[in-house]
């Protein structure tokens, strides 16, 4: 007698939400409109910056997320950027919808990726289309083990991301590509060109800066170094990794799925994280 098939969340449980906001009166607003257009629906916490909001989103596996755009330390776009990284794959990934103030790029951006989104102040009625659309997203959506509909489901969610990231303001390079990297050791600045360069890591305040035979550290960003480097040299392969496609001397992948870089002349292997997954569709 074999085990029984586990429970579908979505059958025995009302739907659950997460919101996070970083202005406590809106995200009261938000969940006290929500309250009136959905009251099954249960909302798990409300948090208000982007880093809590992947913590609690992997830790409560909410079906629904409700992320601010402007949001401290990490922003809407890249708090679902980094949860998609990390998500287990066992449950279907959240529903998205975007809050923001009204702009142009958002709505635009939103709308052509058919990603949902509430401006601020949220509207009744506005709110009601969303809640009719989440309400009937999710009976149609399979719970339990992960199932070629979920990887389908989530597999469209990554590549909207992907477009949303690469249309976002300040990531197309205003500036001609870096020719050379500024490291300060002490009182002295080390020119290293980045020619040179096999990858970028973003470690805690840092980025580190690997060449073949040295290790430098430099304070800009990940984020906005990203935009200035040459983006058919350099890819992007995980949220804190961008690697030179040259140095690439294998890509391999393990038992449970997961690609890793092994880097030409260096014994580390380097992880690419799903939403990046795409660059090595041979694989």
């Known amino acids: ?71 401290p330390g ?3 776009l890249e708090a679902a950027r980094a949860l998609a990284e990390d998500w287990a794959g066992d449950r279907p990934f959240p529903q998205l919808v975007f809050v923001t103030a009204y702009d142009r790029f958002a709505v635009q951006a939103f709308e052509a990726q058919a990603m949902d989104y509430l401006l601020k102040p949220v509207q009744p009625a506005r709110l009601d289309k969303t809640v ?59 020119m290293v060109p980045v020619d040179e360069v096999l990858y970028f890591e973003a470690a805690d305040k840092y980025v580190r800066v690997i060449t073949a035979g040295h290790e430098h550290l430099i304070r800009t960003p990940l984020r906005d170094l990203l935009p200035r480097l040459d983006a058919g040299a350099f890819w992007q392969i995980h949220r804190s990794v961008v690697v030179r496609a040259h140095a690439i001397g294998a890509v391999t992948r ?30």
């Open 1 to 71: 007698m074999h085990a029984p098939d586990p429970p579908d969340h979505n059958a025995w449980l009302p739907a659950s939400a997460l919101i996070a906001e970083d202005e406590p009166l809106l995200a009261a607003a938000l969940q006290a409109e929500l309250a009136r257009a959905w009251p099954e629906l249960r909302v798990l916490a409300s948090v208000g910056d982007g880093t809590s909001a992947v913590a609690q989103a992997l830790a409560l596996q909410p079906d629904i997320l409700f992320f601010d755009i402007r949001m």
């Open 74 to 76: 990490l922003d809407g």
């Open 132 to 190: 009719a659309k989440l309400q009937q997203v999710l009976r149609q959506q399979p719970g339990g083990r992960s199932t070629p509909q979920m990887d389908a489901g989530l597999d469209r969610t990554l590549e909207q991301l992907r477009a949303l990231l690469s249309a976002a303001p300040g990531h197309a390079p205003a500036e001609p590509p870096l020719q050379v990297i500024q490291a300060s050791v002490g009182s002295a600045i080390h």
């Open 254 to 283: 393990d038992d449970a799925g997961k690609l890793w870089i092994e880097l030409r002349g260096r014994d580390e292997r380097l992880a690419v994280s799903r939403l990046y997954a795409h660059l090595f569709r041979a694989m």
